[in-house]
């Protein structure tokens, strides 16, 4: 099983950067494709970044391309999620969530994280 805890999320000012970190304590990172996906009250769900278990395949939304960067250490069974040039539509919960590599960009996840808040102030 995959158990995934975040942390980084705050309260910042369109233009600030945050990172946001989520650890694996399952003991089965390196086989996982991860991602950050973000929920807004009254928004869709958005897959925002993914990357596969190798760190090869990396995937964006068009809306966070070129602000956003994600990655992995497989040794430390961390994943980040470099957010730099926030804007106000940024703020949501964001999530990390895992699932066994299938379909590329991935959809569906069997672990989430508890979340963390990010809030942008114009």
């Known amino acids: 099983q995959v158990h995934l805890v975040e942390s980084g999320g705050g309260l910042v000012q369109a233009g600030d950067s945050l990172k946001l970190s989520c650890t694996d304590s399952g003991r089965t990172f390196n086989t996982y494709t991860i991602a950050w996906v973000r929920q807004a009250p009254g928004k869709e769900r958005e897959i925002v970044a993914a990357?596969?278990?190798?760190?090869?395949?990396?995937y964006y939304a068009d809306s966070v391309k070129g602000r956003f960067t994600i990655s992995r250490d497989n040794i430390k069974s961390t994943g980040y999620l470099q957010m730099n040039s926030l804007k106000p539509e940024d703020t949501a919960v964001y999530y990390c969530a895992a699932r066994n590599l299938g379909r590329w960009p991935p959809r569906d996840f069997g672990s989430w994280g508890q979340g963390t808040q990010v809030t942008v102030s114009s």
């Open positions: 990357m596969s278990s190798s760190g090869i395949l990396i």
